[in-house]
C-alpha cells in the first residue's frame, strides 16, 4: 500500500537543530526536542502578547498572554516535544505581521485604528465571507 508523506516540516527543523550538537544518545536527543519545544511555546507566549496589544491595552494584553501561557494543550504540548508549538508559532507570527503591517493612518477614524471595534469587524467580515463561499458551492 502507499503511505503518503506525512509532516516533514518538524522533523527538517529538529534536524538542523540536531546537527548543531553532537549527541549519539537517542534519549539525550528527545530532552533536546522537548527543550526546543518549550523555547517555542515561550516565543509564541510573546508573540501573543504583541498581537493581542495590536487590538487591546497593555493590561488586556498581558492578560490574553498569560491565559495562552496557562492553556494545558499548550504546556502539555511543549513537554512532550509534539509538533504544535512550530506550528503554532507561524500561525501566530503571521497574524501579527498581517495586523502590524496592516495600520491604518493613525489619522483616520477611530473604526478603522486597532481595537477591538475593528477586530469585531474583521471577525464578522471573515464569517460573512466564509459563510458565502460555503453557500455557493
Known sequence: SEYGVGNNGWPIFLSGIFSLFKFDNLLTLMTLQRFVAVFISVATIVLVYLLCRSFFE?????????????EPRIIQNSMLGSTD?????????????????????????PENQPGPKKFNKIMIKNIHHHARVKTKR
Request: charged share 20%; proline share 3%; no cysteine.
Open 58 to 70: 497593555k493590561k488586556y494584553a498581558l492578560i490574553g498572554a498569560l491565559i495562552f501561557a496557562l
Open 85 to 109: 508549538p512550530l506550528y503554532i508559532i507561524l500561525v501566530t507570527a503571521s497574524l501579527m505581521l498581517f495586523f502590524r503591517f496592516n495600520k491604518k493612518d493613525k489619522t483616520a477614524e
